[in-house]
Structure formats: structure tokens, C-alpha cells
T-cell receptor, first 113, second 114 residues
Framework: DQQVKQNSPSLSVQEGRISILNCDYTNSMFDYFLWYKKYPAEGPTFLISISSIKDKNEDGRFTVFLNKSAKHLSLHIVPSQPGDSAVYFCAAQLTGTASKLTFGTGTRLQVTL | DGGITQSPKYLFRKEGQNVTLSCEQNLNHDAMYWYRQDPGQGLRLIYYSQIVNDFQKGDIAEGYSVSREKKESFPLTVTSAQKNPTAFYLC?????????????FGSGTRLTVV
């Protein structure tokens, strides 16, 4: 039972354009949603998060949007840079579950010149 | 510098052997986790620990064992009972509870069965 889904395994975007990564979830009780960035053979690094009581959070070039009615969130990267090329994982957290994170399967973003 | 250290980076195991992956953190985090990454399957939770001397099974605990004798350390043993141990293993820690900051991850251990 995949509670967090990233239906696009890969995405290619030109440098300078917007990258939009999508994530869907099934459990309406999730409290926080987080995005992690991962390079090959390295651990994921925290990128940005959003509380379930908000619908937008922005940090520099990165913005996360949350649509609770659709159980959907998205990560926007503007402008995209070659260094953004990585795998991006969406994750969700449920209060009272020892802060366990449930991860999506990831989307590989390639930013081309 | 505070962080989480996994060792070794690469590990080779013969079939039938047990191996132990090390995970140490100096972040003073209460909670620690082990995840496994396989291609196309994201990160799956093996075991987690909220406090010293206590740990719980995650979604794929069969064939693995852990201990949490010290706050800083959470080693993972991959036993011979694990049928498909070749994977990338990630250790993480957090302050515990719901947090907008999630986990801090180590750099991972690549385990290969030869």
C-alpha cells in the first residue's frame, strides 16, 4: 500500500526553466510533507517542507504547494540549474508515529544546458 | 561539525554471512532509523528507535536486527536470513516527534552479496 506516490520517475528540464515535481498521498492525517534531494551514492538532504495547515512554503528558488482536497503536493524550482540534477523524494510524516517518514519512489530530475 | 556517520561506504558479503553496518550520530538526536533503497522502490523502513534500549520493526524488518545501547549508535546487522540483501542502506536520525525538518541522513552503505 503506497501511501505516498511520485508517478513520474523522471523529468528533463532546460536550464533556466521551471521544474515541477509532483507527489500524491492517500492519508489525510499526514502532518508534514517534506522534499529531499539525493545525489547518487549519497544520503538524501532536506530541501523544504510544508505543514498540513499551510498551502504554500517558499525558500529561495524552491516553492512547495499543498492541495489538501486533492491530496497533492508539488515542488517548483525556478530557475532550474544544472546542479539541481538529482533524485527528489517526497515524504510525509504522521504525528504519533515516532516521526517516521513515508517516502515516495522518487523523481529523477535532469536539468539540461 | 554535527552529523551522522555510516561505515563502511562499501561492503561485500558472502552468502550465508552476517554483516553489521555502523551508524553513529553526534547531533544529540533521540530517534534513529534504518532505510533501504532499491531501484524504483524509494526508501523503505527497516527498523527505528525512539530512545535508548528500545526499537521497533519497520515495514521490511525480516532478516535484519538492530541494537540501541547508546544514544549515539544504532548498528544494523544483515543476517543470512535476509534473502536479497544487496542494496543501498541509509541511516538517519531526528529529534523525534513531528518536525518540519525531518531527518538527517548519513551518506549510506552499499552492500553487495558476492
Amino acid at each position: 500500500d503506497q501511501q505516498v506516490k511520485q508517478n513520474s520517475p523522471s523529468l528533463s528540464v532546460q536550464e533556466g526553466r521551471i521544474s515541477i515535481l509532483n507527489c500524491d498521498y492517500t492519508n489525510s492525517m499526514f502532518d508534514y510533507f517534506l522534499w529531499y534531494k539525493k545525489y547518487p551514492a549519497e544520503g538524501p538532504t532536506f530541501l523544504i517542507s510544508i505543514s498540513s495547515i499551510k498551502d504554500k512554503n517558499e525558500d529561495g528558488r524552491f516553492t512547495v504547494f499543498l492541495n489538501k482536497s486533492a491530496k497533492h503536493l508539488s515542488l517548483h524550482i525556478v530557475p532550474s540549474q544544472p546542479g539541481d540534477s538529482a533524485v527528489y523524494f517526497c515524504a510525509a510524516q504522521l504525528t504519533g508515529t515516532a516521526s517516521k517518514l513515508t517516502f515516495g519512489t522518487g523523481t529523477r530530475l535532469q536539468v539540461t544546458l | 561539525d554535527g552529523g551522522i556517520t555510516q561505515s563502511p561506504k562499501y561492503l561485500f558479503r558472502k552468502e550465508g554471512q552476517n554483516v553489521t553496518l555502523s551508524c553513529e550520530q553526534n547531533l544529540n538526536h533521540d530517534a534513529m532509523y534504518w532505510y533501504r533503497q532499491d531501484p524504483g522502490q524509494g526508501l523503505r523502513l527497516i527498523y527505528y528507535s525512539q530512545i535508548v534500549n528500545d526499537f521497533q520493526k519497520g515495514d521490511i524488518a525480516e532478516g535484519y536486527s538492530v541494537s540501541r545501547e547508546k544514544k549515539e549508535s544504532f548498528p544494523l546487522t544483515v543476517t543470512s536470513a535476509q534473502k536479497n540483501p544487496t542494496a543501498f542502506y541509509l541511516c538517519a536520525s531526528s529529534i523525534g516527534g513531528a518536525s518540519p525538518y525531518g531527518y538527517t541522513f548519513g551518506s549510506g552503505t552499499r552492500l553487495t552479496v558476492v
